[in-house]
Protein backbone atom coordinates (compact mmCIF):
# COMPACT_ATOMS: atom_id res chain seq x y z
CA UNK A 1 0.00 0.00 0.00
CA UNK A 2 1.51 3.42 -0.78
CA UNK A 3 2.55 5.07 2.13
CA UNK A 4 0.38 7.78 3.56
CA UNK A 5 -3.17 6.08 1.80
CA UNK A 6 -5.41 4.32 4.51
CA UNK A 7 -7.01 1.29 3.73
CA UNK A 8 -11.01 1.57 3.40
CA UNK A 9 -12.36 0.89 6.30
CA UNK A 10 -15.83 -0.73 6.04
CA UNK A 11 -18.81 -1.02 8.92
CA UNK A 12 -21.25 -2.98 7.67
CA UNK A 13 -24.97 -3.74 9.58
CA UNK A 14 -27.25 -5.85 8.11
CA UNK A 15 -30.77 -5.76 9.00
CA UNK A 16 -33.37 -8.04 7.03
CA UNK A 17 -37.39 -7.37 7.05
CA UNK A 18 -39.86 -10.04 5.62
CA UNK A 19 -42.68 -9.15 3.46
CA UNK A 20 -44.30 -11.78 2.15
CA UNK A 21 -41.53 -14.08 3.13
CA UNK A 22 -39.16 -12.51 0.89
CA UNK A 23 -36.01 -10.86 2.16
CA UNK A 24 -35.13 -7.03 1.13
CA UNK A 25 -31.80 -5.97 0.92
CA UNK A 26 -29.83 -3.32 -0.58
CA UNK A 27 -26.87 -0.70 0.61
CA UNK A 28 -25.83 2.40 0.99
CA UNK A 29 -22.56 4.58 0.70
CA UNK A 30 -22.91 7.18 4.04
CA UNK A 31 -21.05 10.55 2.95
CA UNK A 32 -19.94 12.46 6.03
CA UNK A 33 -20.97 15.82 4.29
CA UNK A 34 -24.23 16.76 5.70
CA UNK A 35 -24.99 18.86 2.11
CA UNK A 36 -28.32 18.05 1.89
CA UNK A 37 -27.97 18.54 -1.64
CA UNK A 38 -26.64 15.20 -1.79
CA UNK A 39 -29.06 13.22 0.22
CA UNK A 40 -27.89 9.87 1.76
CA UNK A 41 -24.77 9.35 -0.80
CA UNK A 42 -24.52 6.59 -3.48
CA UNK A 43 -21.59 4.80 -5.33
CA UNK A 44 -22.43 4.61 -9.73
CA UNK A 45 -26.32 4.58 -8.22
CA UNK A 46 -26.90 1.46 -6.31
CA UNK A 47 -29.19 1.61 -4.71
CA UNK A 48 -29.26 4.89 -3.31
CA UNK A 49 -28.86 7.55 -6.59
CA UNK A 50 -29.64 10.77 -4.75
CA UNK A 51 -26.57 12.18 -6.54
CA UNK A 52 -27.07 10.93 -9.87
CA UNK A 53 -30.75 11.65 -10.03
CA UNK A 54 -31.94 14.57 -12.60
CA UNK A 55 -33.20 16.65 -9.96
CA UNK A 56 -30.72 16.82 -7.08
CA UNK A 57 -28.30 17.47 -10.53
CA UNK A 58 -29.92 20.11 -10.91
CA UNK A 59 -30.12 21.65 -7.98
CA UNK A 60 -26.45 20.92 -6.97
CA UNK A 61 -25.81 23.13 -9.89
CA UNK A 62 -28.27 25.75 -8.92
CA UNK A 63 -27.64 26.22 -5.04
CA UNK A 64 -29.38 29.08 -3.31
CA UNK A 65 -32.39 28.98 -6.32
CA UNK A 66 -33.80 26.13 -5.29
CA UNK A 67 -34.93 25.32 -1.11
CA UNK A 68 -33.12 22.70 1.12
CA UNK A 69 -36.00 21.50 2.19
CA UNK A 70 -37.30 20.49 -1.58
CA UNK A 71 -33.86 18.60 -2.06
CA UNK A 72 -34.44 16.75 0.92
CA UNK A 73 -37.99 15.64 -0.08
CA UNK A 74 -36.39 14.94 -3.73
CA UNK A 75 -33.97 12.31 -2.33
CA UNK A 76 -36.28 10.51 0.81
CA UNK A 77 -37.93 8.22 -1.84
CA UNK A 78 -34.32 6.41 -2.14
CA UNK A 79 -33.59 6.57 1.29
CA UNK A 80 -34.72 2.99 2.25
CA UNK A 81 -31.61 1.67 3.52
CA UNK A 82 -31.35 -2.37 4.80
CA UNK A 83 -27.66 -2.48 4.55
CA UNK A 84 -25.25 0.44 5.55
CA UNK A 85 -21.59 0.59 3.85
CA UNK A 86 -19.27 3.49 5.90
CA UNK A 87 -16.14 3.88 3.78
CA UNK A 88 -13.20 5.95 4.33
CA UNK A 89 -10.43 6.44 2.11
CA UNK A 90 -8.31 8.69 0.29
CA UNK A 91 -7.54 6.29 -2.17
CA UNK A 92 -8.55 7.13 -6.41
CA UNK A 93 -11.83 6.84 -7.31
CA UNK A 94 -11.81 3.82 -9.58
CA UNK A 95 -10.51 1.52 -6.35
CA UNK A 96 -13.92 2.66 -4.63
CA UNK A 97 -16.12 1.76 -7.53
CA UNK A 98 -14.30 -1.82 -7.25
CA UNK A 99 -15.04 -1.99 -4.29
CA UNK A 100 -18.53 -1.02 -4.92
CA UNK A 101 -19.39 -3.32 -7.51
CA UNK A 102 -17.64 -6.31 -5.21
CA UNK A 103 -20.06 -5.26 -2.46
CA UNK A 104 -23.19 -5.76 -4.70
CA UNK A 105 -22.44 -8.99 -6.17
CA UNK A 106 -21.55 -10.18 -3.00
CA UNK A 107 -24.75 -8.85 -1.60
CA UNK A 108 -26.95 -10.66 -4.17
CA UNK A 109 -24.71 -13.73 -4.75
CA UNK A 110 -27.88 -16.04 -4.15
CA UNK A 111 -29.91 -14.75 -6.73
CA UNK A 112 -30.32 -16.55 -9.62
CA UNK A 113 -33.23 -15.43 -11.52
CA UNK A 114 -34.71 -16.72 -14.96
CA UNK A 115 -33.32 -13.86 -17.49
CA UNK A 116 -34.22 -14.82 -20.93
CA UNK A 117 -31.18 -13.87 -23.24
CA UNK A 118 -32.34 -12.36 -25.93
CA UNK A 119 -31.17 -12.42 -29.76
CA UNK A 120 -32.01 -11.94 -33.08
CA UNK A 121 -33.57 -15.67 -32.93
CA UNK A 122 -35.98 -15.29 -30.21
CA UNK A 123 -36.63 -11.20 -29.32
CA UNK A 124 -39.94 -10.69 -31.46
CA UNK A 125 -41.39 -14.17 -30.44
CA UNK A 126 -40.57 -13.93 -26.41
CA UNK A 127 -41.55 -10.09 -26.35
CA UNK A 128 -44.73 -10.79 -28.19
CA UNK A 129 -45.53 -13.56 -25.86
CA UNK A 130 -45.10 -11.44 -22.65
CA UNK A 131 -47.85 -9.35 -21.42
CA UNK A 132 -44.96 -7.07 -19.47
CA UNK A 133 -41.69 -7.90 -20.36
CA UNK A 134 -38.55 -5.96 -18.83
CA UNK A 135 -35.50 -5.89 -20.64
CA UNK A 136 -32.14 -4.81 -19.40
CA UNK A 137 -29.69 -3.68 -22.33
CA UNK A 138 -26.33 -3.82 -20.97
CA UNK A 139 -22.55 -4.39 -22.17
CA UNK A 140 -20.27 -6.87 -19.86
CA UNK A 141 -17.42 -3.88 -20.01
CA UNK A 142 -19.97 -1.49 -18.58
CA UNK A 143 -19.37 -1.29 -14.52
CA UNK A 144 -22.63 0.19 -13.87
CA UNK A 145 -24.21 -3.06 -16.21
CA UNK A 146 -22.18 -5.43 -13.71
CA UNK A 147 -23.57 -3.53 -10.48
CA UNK A 148 -27.14 -4.36 -11.69
CA UNK A 149 -26.83 -7.96 -12.73
CA UNK A 150 -27.33 -9.26 -9.66
CA UNK A 151 -29.90 -6.85 -8.63
CA UNK A 152 -31.84 -7.40 -11.74
CA UNK A 153 -31.36 -11.70 -11.18
CA UNK A 154 -33.02 -11.23 -7.57
CA UNK A 155 -35.83 -8.90 -8.76
CA UNK A 156 -37.10 -11.61 -11.63
CA UNK A 157 -37.25 -13.78 -8.84
CA UNK A 158 -39.16 -12.12 -6.37
CA UNK A 159 -41.64 -11.33 -9.69
CA UNK A 160 -41.54 -15.14 -10.65
CA UNK A 161 -42.85 -15.94 -6.97
CA UNK A 162 -45.82 -13.41 -7.59
CA UNK A 163 -46.69 -13.74 -11.45
CA UNK A 164 -45.52 -17.98 -11.85
CA UNK A 165 -47.56 -17.78 -15.50
CA UNK A 166 -44.44 -16.88 -17.40
CA UNK A 167 -46.22 -15.34 -20.19
CA UNK A 168 -47.26 -12.69 -17.58
CA UNK A 169 -44.24 -11.25 -16.60
CA UNK A 170 -40.62 -12.05 -18.14
CA UNK A 171 -36.82 -10.15 -17.35
CA UNK A 172 -35.06 -10.75 -20.11
CA UNK A 173 -31.36 -8.88 -21.54
CA UNK A 174 -29.13 -8.11 -24.29
CA UNK A 175 -25.95 -8.28 -24.29
CA UNK A 176 -25.37 -5.23 -27.20
CA UNK A 177 -22.05 -5.85 -27.71
CA UNK A 178 -22.80 -9.54 -29.06
CA UNK A 179 -26.10 -8.25 -30.42
CA UNK A 180 -25.21 -4.79 -32.00
CA UNK A 181 -28.47 -4.67 -34.62
CA UNK A 182 -30.37 -5.11 -31.68
CA UNK A 183 -29.42 -2.05 -30.07
CA UNK A 184 -29.59 0.28 -32.46
CA UNK A 185 -33.23 -1.42 -33.32
CA UNK A 186 -33.86 0.09 -29.84
CA UNK A 187 -31.69 2.89 -29.86
CA UNK A 188 -29.91 2.02 -27.22
CA UNK A 189 -27.72 5.38 -26.13
CA UNK A 190 -26.14 4.18 -22.73
CA UNK A 191 -25.59 1.51 -20.16
CA UNK A 192 -27.80 -0.35 -19.16
CA UNK A 193 -31.13 0.73 -20.47
CA UNK A 194 -34.23 -1.01 -18.75
CA UNK A 195 -36.65 -1.36 -21.65
CA UNK A 196 -39.85 -2.08 -20.72
CA UNK A 197 -42.61 -4.22 -23.62
CA UNK A 198 -45.98 -5.18 -23.68
CA UNK A 199 -47.17 -7.65 -25.83
CA UNK A 200 -44.41 -7.09 -28.09
CA UNK A 201 -44.54 -3.35 -28.02
CA UNK A 202 -41.97 -0.83 -26.21
CA UNK A 203 -43.34 1.34 -23.53
CA UNK A 204 -41.86 5.31 -24.45
CA UNK A 205 -41.02 5.25 -20.89
CA UNK A 206 -38.19 3.45 -19.64
CA UNK A 207 -37.43 2.18 -16.15
CA UNK A 208 -35.64 4.96 -14.73
CA UNK A 209 -35.74 4.30 -11.06
CA UNK A 210 -33.65 3.11 -8.17
CA UNK A 211 -31.57 -0.04 -8.78
CA UNK A 212 -32.65 -1.90 -6.09
CA UNK A 213 -34.85 -5.15 -6.17
CA UNK A 214 -37.40 -3.29 -4.07
CA UNK A 215 -38.09 -1.07 -6.20
CA UNK A 216 -37.64 -2.70 -9.49
CA UNK A 217 -40.32 -5.36 -8.22
CA UNK A 218 -42.64 -2.87 -7.29
CA UNK A 219 -42.65 -1.49 -10.69
CA UNK A 220 -43.52 -4.52 -11.64
CA UNK A 221 -46.32 -4.73 -9.67
CA UNK A 222 -47.59 -0.94 -10.72
CA UNK A 223 -47.20 -2.03 -14.36
CA UNK A 224 -49.84 -5.10 -13.49
CA UNK A 225 -52.39 -2.81 -11.98
CA UNK A 226 -55.46 -2.71 -14.50
CA UNK A 227 -55.30 0.79 -15.48
CA UNK A 228 -58.83 0.93 -16.45
CA UNK A 229 -61.72 1.40 -13.36
CA UNK A 230 -65.27 0.25 -13.91
CA UNK A 231 -68.02 2.22 -13.20
CA UNK A 232 -71.14 0.29 -11.60
CA UNK A 233 -73.12 3.92 -12.29
CA UNK A 234 -73.52 6.26 -15.01
CA UNK A 235 -73.74 8.39 -12.16
CA UNK A 236 -70.20 8.52 -11.65
CA UNK A 237 -69.86 10.28 -14.84
CA UNK A 238 -70.68 13.54 -13.07
CA UNK A 239 -67.61 12.84 -10.94
CA UNK A 240 -64.68 12.28 -13.29
CA UNK A 241 -61.60 14.86 -12.99
CA UNK A 242 -62.00 17.21 -15.66
CA UNK A 243 -58.17 18.54 -15.05
CA UNK A 244 -57.08 15.50 -16.40
CA UNK A 245 -57.46 13.63 -20.44
CA UNK A 246 -60.28 10.31 -19.92
CA UNK A 247 -61.52 8.09 -22.37
CA UNK A 248 -64.29 6.11 -21.34
CA UNK A 249 -65.79 2.79 -22.61
CA UNK A 250 -69.06 1.29 -22.68
CA UNK A 251 -69.14 -2.36 -23.45
CA UNK A 252 -72.32 -4.72 -23.50
CA UNK A 253 -69.39 -7.59 -22.38
CA UNK A 254 -66.09 -7.82 -20.50
CA UNK A 255 -65.45 -11.04 -22.19
CA UNK A 256 -65.22 -9.35 -26.39
CA UNK A 257 -63.25 -8.53 -28.95
CA UNK A 258 -63.76 -4.68 -28.80
CA UNK A 259 -62.72 -4.83 -24.67
CA UNK A 260 -59.76 -6.64 -25.42
CA UNK A 261 -58.25 -3.85 -27.94
CA UNK A 262 -59.46 -1.11 -25.57
CA UNK A 263 -57.90 -2.93 -22.56
CA UNK A 264 -54.26 -2.99 -24.76
CA UNK A 265 -54.50 0.66 -25.80
CA UNK A 266 -55.55 1.55 -21.74
CA UNK A 267 -52.01 -0.94 -20.91
CA UNK A 268 -50.32 1.57 -23.13
CA UNK A 269 -51.09 4.88 -22.26
CA UNK A 270 -51.65 4.33 -18.23
CA UNK A 271 -49.17 7.23 -18.01
CA UNK A 272 -51.01 9.54 -20.44
CA UNK A 273 -54.99 9.23 -19.82
CA UNK A 274 -57.29 8.15 -17.42
CA UNK A 275 -59.23 4.66 -18.26
CA UNK A 276 -63.01 4.28 -17.09
CA UNK A 277 -65.33 1.27 -18.64
CA UNK A 278 -68.94 0.45 -18.07
CA UNK A 279 -70.69 -3.00 -18.87
CA UNK A 280 -74.24 -4.46 -19.54
CA UNK A 281 -76.94 -2.84 -18.19
CA UNK A 282 -75.28 0.28 -16.67
CA UNK A 283 -73.51 0.98 -20.34
CA UNK A 284 -76.70 0.68 -21.92
CA UNK A 285 -77.88 4.19 -22.52
CA UNK A 286 -74.79 4.80 -24.17
CA UNK A 287 -74.23 2.15 -26.53
CA UNK A 288 -76.86 3.71 -29.44
CA UNK A 289 -75.75 1.74 -32.07
CA UNK A 290 -73.23 -1.00 -30.18
CA UNK A 291 -70.47 -0.47 -28.19
CA UNK A 292 -69.02 2.89 -27.78
CA UNK A 293 -65.69 4.94 -26.79
CA UNK A 294 -65.81 8.36 -26.03
CA UNK A 295 -62.85 10.87 -25.03
CA UNK A 296 -63.20 13.81 -22.31
CA UNK A 297 -60.88 16.89 -22.64
CA UNK A 298 -59.83 18.41 -19.96
CA UNK A 299 -61.81 21.44 -18.91
CA UNK A 300 -65.57 21.86 -17.77
CA UNK A 301 -67.27 23.25 -20.89
CA UNK A 302 -65.12 21.19 -23.33
CA UNK A 303 -66.66 18.81 -25.53
CA UNK A 304 -66.57 15.12 -25.85
CA UNK A 305 -65.27 13.40 -28.59
CA UNK A 306 -66.56 9.83 -30.01
CA UNK A 307 -64.52 7.15 -31.34
CA UNK A 308 -65.73 6.74 -34.91
CA UNK A 309 -63.32 3.80 -36.01
CA UNK A 310 -63.81 -0.11 -35.95
CA UNK A 311 -63.05 -1.05 -32.08
CA UNK A 312 -60.93 -4.29 -33.23
CA UNK A 313 -58.71 -2.05 -34.96
CA UNK A 314 -56.08 -1.46 -32.26
CA UNK A 315 -53.81 0.62 -34.80
CA UNK A 316 -56.51 2.79 -35.39
CA UNK A 317 -58.05 2.66 -31.61
CA UNK A 318 -54.48 3.36 -30.48
CA UNK A 319 -53.46 6.32 -32.72
CA UNK A 320 -56.68 7.67 -32.00
CA UNK A 321 -56.28 7.48 -28.30
CA UNK A 322 -52.71 8.79 -28.55
CA UNK A 323 -53.33 11.89 -30.47
CA UNK A 324 -55.63 12.64 -27.46
CA UNK A 325 -54.10 11.51 -24.47
CA UNK A 326 -50.29 12.63 -25.39
CA UNK A 327 -50.73 16.64 -25.90
CA UNK A 328 -48.95 18.71 -28.45
CA UNK A 329 -47.64 20.95 -25.20
CA UNK A 330 -46.02 18.46 -22.43
CA UNK A 331 -45.39 19.30 -18.89
CA UNK A 332 -41.52 19.40 -17.97
CA UNK A 333 -40.87 18.37 -14.28
CA UNK A 334 -37.80 16.81 -12.33
CA UNK A 335 -39.81 13.58 -12.88
CA UNK A 336 -39.63 13.67 -16.88
CA UNK A 337 -36.97 15.71 -17.39
CA UNK A 338 -34.26 12.85 -18.40
CA UNK A 339 -36.76 11.62 -20.65
CA UNK A 340 -37.39 14.77 -22.52
CA UNK A 341 -34.17 14.90 -22.42
CA UNK A 342 -32.69 12.00 -23.84
CA UNK A 343 -35.38 12.31 -26.69
CA UNK A 344 -32.50 14.87 -28.33
CA UNK A 345 -34.49 17.20 -29.83
CA UNK A 346 -34.52 20.92 -28.70
CA UNK A 347 -37.15 22.56 -26.58
CA UNK A 348 -39.69 24.95 -27.40
CA UNK A 349 -40.56 26.03 -23.91
CA UNK A 350 -43.58 28.51 -22.15
CA UNK A 351 -42.58 29.32 -19.00
CA UNK A 352 -45.79 30.15 -16.49
CA UNK A 353 -47.39 30.78 -12.91
CA UNK A 354 -49.32 27.69 -12.51
CA UNK A 355 -52.43 29.56 -12.52
CA UNK A 356 -51.78 31.14 -15.76
CA UNK A 357 -54.20 28.52 -17.37
CA UNK A 358 -55.18 32.10 -19.83
CA UNK A 359 -51.29 32.09 -21.20
CA UNK A 360 -50.61 28.52 -21.49
CA UNK A 361 -53.78 28.19 -23.87
CA UNK A 362 -52.90 30.63 -25.96
CA UNK A 363 -49.13 29.12 -26.62
CA UNK A 364 -50.78 25.47 -27.29
CA UNK A 365 -52.94 27.12 -29.69
CA UNK A 366 -50.27 29.15 -31.57
CA UNK A 367 -48.01 25.99 -31.24
CA UNK A 368 -51.10 24.12 -32.74
CA UNK A 369 -51.66 26.48 -35.58
CA UNK A 370 -47.74 27.56 -36.38
CA UNK A 371 -45.76 24.50 -35.73
CA UNK A 372 -47.33 21.84 -35.99
CA UNK A 373 -45.39 20.44 -39.22
CA UNK A 374 -42.34 21.00 -37.12
CA UNK A 375 -43.50 18.31 -34.42
CA UNK A 376 -40.56 16.09 -34.41
CA UNK A 377 -37.98 18.37 -34.77
CA UNK A 378 -38.84 20.37 -31.79
CA UNK A 379 -40.56 19.60 -28.27
CA UNK A 380 -43.21 21.72 -26.84
CA UNK A 381 -43.26 22.10 -23.28
CA UNK A 382 -44.27 24.25 -20.49
CA UNK A 383 -42.72 25.19 -17.16
CA UNK A 384 -43.89 26.13 -13.77
CA UNK A 385 -42.52 29.48 -13.09
CA UNK A 386 -41.75 28.40 -9.66
CA UNK A 387 -40.25 25.41 -10.23
CA UNK A 388 -37.82 26.24 -12.74
CA UNK A 389 -36.44 29.34 -11.13
CA UNK A 390 -33.08 28.58 -12.20
CA UNK A 391 -33.23 28.26 -16.26
CA UNK A 392 -35.20 31.85 -16.20
CA UNK A 393 -32.31 33.25 -14.15
CA UNK A 394 -30.07 32.10 -16.91
CA UNK A 395 -31.87 34.16 -18.97
CA UNK A 396 -32.16 37.26 -17.11
CA UNK A 397 -35.94 36.57 -16.30
CA UNK A 398 -37.64 35.94 -12.97
CA UNK A 399 -41.43 33.87 -12.01
CA UNK A 400 -42.50 38.08 -11.84
CA UNK A 401 -41.42 38.07 -15.69
CA UNK A 402 -43.68 35.23 -16.67
CA UNK A 403 -45.10 33.91 -19.22
CA UNK A 404 -41.80 33.48 -20.94
CA UNK A 405 -41.10 31.53 -23.99
CA UNK A 406 -37.57 30.14 -24.88
CA UNK A 407 -35.38 28.07 -26.86
CA UNK A 408 -32.91 25.46 -25.03
CA UNK A 409 -31.30 23.75 -27.92
CA UNK A 410 -29.20 21.76 -25.17
CA UNK A 411 -26.22 24.05 -25.76
CA UNK A 412 -27.32 27.61 -25.38
CA UNK A 413 -31.16 29.18 -24.37
CA UNK A 414 -33.02 32.02 -26.85
CA UNK A 415 -35.88 34.13 -25.67
CA UNK A 416 -38.43 34.66 -27.83
CA UNK A 417 -38.69 38.38 -27.62
CA UNK A 418 -41.93 39.96 -26.51
CA UNK A 419 -44.27 37.47 -25.69
CA UNK A 420 -47.72 39.35 -26.80
CA UNK A 421 -46.19 39.09 -30.19
CA UNK A 422 -46.83 35.25 -30.14
CA UNK A 423 -50.24 36.06 -31.80
CA UNK A 424 -48.33 37.47 -34.57
CA UNK A 425 -48.91 34.99 -37.56
CA UNK A 426 -45.67 33.54 -38.63
CA UNK A 427 -43.42 35.18 -35.80
CA UNK A 428 -43.26 32.06 -33.20
CA UNK A 429 -42.33 29.50 -36.69
CA UNK A 430 -40.04 31.92 -37.71
CA UNK A 431 -38.34 31.56 -34.19
CA UNK A 432 -37.99 28.10 -34.53
CA UNK A 433 -36.67 28.45 -38.07
CA UNK A 434 -34.14 30.88 -36.89
CA UNK A 435 -32.99 27.89 -34.54
CA UNK A 436 -32.46 25.11 -37.20
CA UNK A 437 -30.85 27.42 -39.56
CA UNK A 438 -28.27 28.27 -36.99
CA UNK A 439 -29.64 32.20 -37.41
CA UNK A 440 -30.24 32.44 -33.24
CA UNK A 441 -27.07 30.99 -32.92
CA UNK A 442 -25.43 33.66 -35.02
CA UNK A 443 -27.02 36.74 -34.11
CA UNK A 444 -25.84 35.97 -30.53
CA UNK A 445 -22.48 35.57 -31.22
CA UNK A 446 -21.75 38.38 -33.90
CA UNK A 447 -24.93 40.49 -33.60
CA UNK A 448 -27.52 40.89 -36.54
CA UNK A 449 -27.51 39.37 -39.77
CA UNK A 450 -26.40 42.44 -42.62
CA UNK A 451 -29.36 41.73 -43.82
CA UNK A 452 -31.42 42.79 -40.42
CA UNK A 453 -29.34 45.98 -40.65
CA UNK A 454 -31.30 49.27 -40.64
CA UNK A 455 -30.38 51.36 -43.81
CA UNK A 456 -27.97 53.75 -44.10
CA UNK A 457 -26.25 52.06 -40.83
CA UNK A 458 -23.45 50.18 -40.90
CA UNK A 459 -21.20 48.61 -38.46
CA UNK A 460 -17.86 47.12 -39.51
CA UNK A 461 -17.73 46.40 -35.36
CA UNK A 462 -18.37 42.82 -35.00
CA UNK A 463 -20.98 43.14 -31.93
CA UNK A 464 -19.28 40.11 -29.62
CA UNK A 465 -22.03 38.36 -26.91
CA UNK A 466 -22.27 35.27 -24.32
CA UNK A 467 -25.39 33.37 -25.27
CA UNK A 468 -26.77 31.41 -21.61
CA UNK A 469 -25.76 28.07 -21.59
CA UNK A 470 -28.38 25.34 -21.66
CA UNK A 471 -30.09 24.27 -18.51
CA UNK A 472 -32.19 21.60 -19.38
CA UNK A 473 -29.28 19.75 -20.26
CA UNK A 474 -28.04 18.81 -16.45
CA UNK A 475 -31.88 16.91 -16.45
CA UNK A 476 -30.08 14.55 -19.15
CA UNK A 477 -28.75 10.65 -18.30
CA UNK A 478 -25.97 11.09 -15.79
CA UNK A 479 -22.46 9.57 -16.16
CA UNK A 480 -22.86 9.08 -12.88
CA UNK A 481 -25.62 6.41 -13.42
CA UNK A 482 -24.83 5.31 -17.28
CA UNK A 483 -22.23 5.09 -19.34
CA UNK A 484 -23.11 7.09 -22.29
CA UNK A 485 -22.43 6.11 -25.75
CA UNK A 486 -21.99 9.13 -27.89
CA UNK A 487 -22.91 12.94 -27.45
CA UNK A 488 -25.95 14.76 -29.89
CA UNK A 489 -25.09 17.60 -32.16
CA UNK A 490 -26.11 20.27 -30.72
CA UNK A 491 -27.21 23.65 -32.50
Known amino acids: MTPGMRAPQMQLGIRSSNTNNRSRRGFAVNHSSRDPFR ?10 EAVGSPAVRFLESNRGVVSS ?5 ATSQHRELCCTMKLTSTAAAPDLHHLAVLLVTSLYTSARG ?76 KYPTLKLFRNGMMMKREYRGQRSVTAIAD ?5 K ?12 LGSVDRSKRTIIGFFDQKESENYRTFEKVANILRDDCVFLAA ?14 VIYKPPGESVPDMVYLGTLTNFDLAYAWSQDKCVPLVREITFENGEELTEEGIPFLILFHLKEDAESLEKFQHEVARQLISEKGSINFLHADCDKFRHPLLHIQKTPADCPVIAIDSFRHMYVFPEFNDL ?31 TPGQEDDSEVASSPPESSFQKLAPSETRYTILRDRDEL
Not at 39 to 48: N, R
Not at 69 to 73: F, G, K, L, Y
Not at 225 to 236: N, Q, R, T
Request: charged share 25%; glycine share 8%; proline share 5%.
Open 39 to 48: GSGSVGGFPV
Open 69 to 73: AWANS
Open 114 to 189: EITSLDSGNIDDTLNNAGVALVNFYADWCRFSQMLHPIFEEASNVAREEYPDQTQVVFARVDCDQHSDIAQRYRIS
Open 219 to 223: FIRQQ
Open 225 to 236: VDPIKEMLSLEE
Open 279 to 292: FGEVSKPERFSGDN
Open 423 to 453: TVPGKLRQFVLDLHSGKLHRVFHHGPDPTDS
